[in-house]
């Protein structure tokens, strides 16, 4: 196997872990990853337009339609009329939204703190470095490709 393979692998592996965590922190909010990575786009005021949400997740627009149907049937977001697009919408949170949101963010980055805490601070340093590197390269990439 080579190197980048075995990259890969370790990469793919930290993701299904990290992943894992997250879904275990959130089920006590009753929230899915993707819902609370919504919920983290929005706010109480202006909201954001769906397809700019879609946008920003990489998702297609009826995922986030699907996952934001189900925040809307949970009463923590709300839907209203693009005052500059009639055609278009925005979502934005309600007050139980920003709740859950707040309390979910809270619980998460505990959980993230405490998962990560395995490295020392130089080492933290040096993979955010690395992974900075990697994640601009794969962004490069996909530009390249989408020309």
Known sequence: MTIAKQQYRML????????DGDHRVLAAFDLTPSQ??????????????LTTVS????????TITRIVDQLEKAG???RNSDP????AQRVSLTEKGEARRKAAQEAHDQSVER????????EHEQLCDLLAKLR???????ETNTR
């Open 12 to 19: 793919h592996d930290i993701y299904v872990l990290l992943d």
């Open 36 to 49: 609370y990575a919504v919920l983290l786009l929005l706010d109480i005021h202006e909201g954001s337009r």
């Open 55 to 62: 946008d920003r997740l990489l998702l297609a627009r009826s």
């Open 76 to 78: 923590l977001v709300r």
């Open 84 to 87: 500059n697009d009639r055609r």
């Open 115 to 122: 998962r990560l805490s395995t490295l020392e601070s130089a």
């Open 136 to 142: 601009q390269s794969l962004r490069d990439q996909l």
